[in-house]
């Protein structure tokens, strides 16, 4: 199985400036190890079974972009750090669905909020690129149809699945430089 993750950052102008492209370098830099971890992490789904390539849209953006969207969509009027936007309802793997998988499947779309994910990285005492990979996790995990806010037990097991992904990856990240 291959996993795409196309990314977009709606904040980079034609005549924007060395530091916002040299961060979205960054940005991009990180997106294969995200590729690796979240096909590994689906190969071990059999809702998967069959499928051949599977493709994700990330957007990066700012604050009123994000809040635009979290109004209309979550009737939500603030900003939020990651918004994901499933195809399906449940691709869980614990959620068999009955239809037989395509060979090429969209999960969705993730929005990160920039300015968000700098401050938290900053509150978390972690880099901004650690803190896009954690908030890109937190999103992949929506699409599948986890989701937190259910309950207490929900919010564990979505943890526990952020956690071992986020580890992967930044292990893996390690070993690279």
Do not use: F
């Given at each position: 199985m291959k996993l795409t993750i196309t990314l977009y950052?709606?904040?980079?102008?034609?005549?924007?400036?060395?530091?916002?492209?040299?961060?979205?370098?960054?940005?991009?830099?990180l997106i294969p190890s995200l590729e690796k971890s979240f096909v590994l992490f689906l190969a071990k789904n059999r809702q998967f079974t069959g499928v051949k390539q599977v493709s994700i849209s990330m957007t990066l953006c700012g604050k009123k972009k994000i809040q635009g969207l979290n109004q209309k969509y979550r009737?939500?009027?603030?900003?939020t750090d990651v918004l994901s936007f499933p195809i399906f309802s449940?691709?869980?793997?614990?959620?068999?669905?009955?239809?037989?998988?395509?060979?090429?499947?969209e999960l969705g779309d993730i929005v990160i909020c920039k300015e968000i994910a700098k401050s938290q990285a900053r509150e978390f005492d972690i880099t901004y690129e650690q803190e896009i990979i954690h908030l890109g996790v937190h999103g992949f995990l929506h699409l599948l149809g986890f989701d937190h806010e259910i309950s207490g037990k929900e919010e564990k097991i979505m943890e526990k699945y952020e956690s071992e992904l986020v580890a992967k990856i930044y292990k893996k990240l390690k070993a690279n430089q």
């Open positions: 950052d709606s904040g980079i102008k034609k005549n924007s400036s060395k530091v916002a492209k040299l961060e979205s370098n960054k940005i991009s830099g009737q939500k009027d603030k900003a449940n691709l869980r793997p614990d959620k068999l669905r009955s239809e037989k998988n395509p060979p090429y499947l």
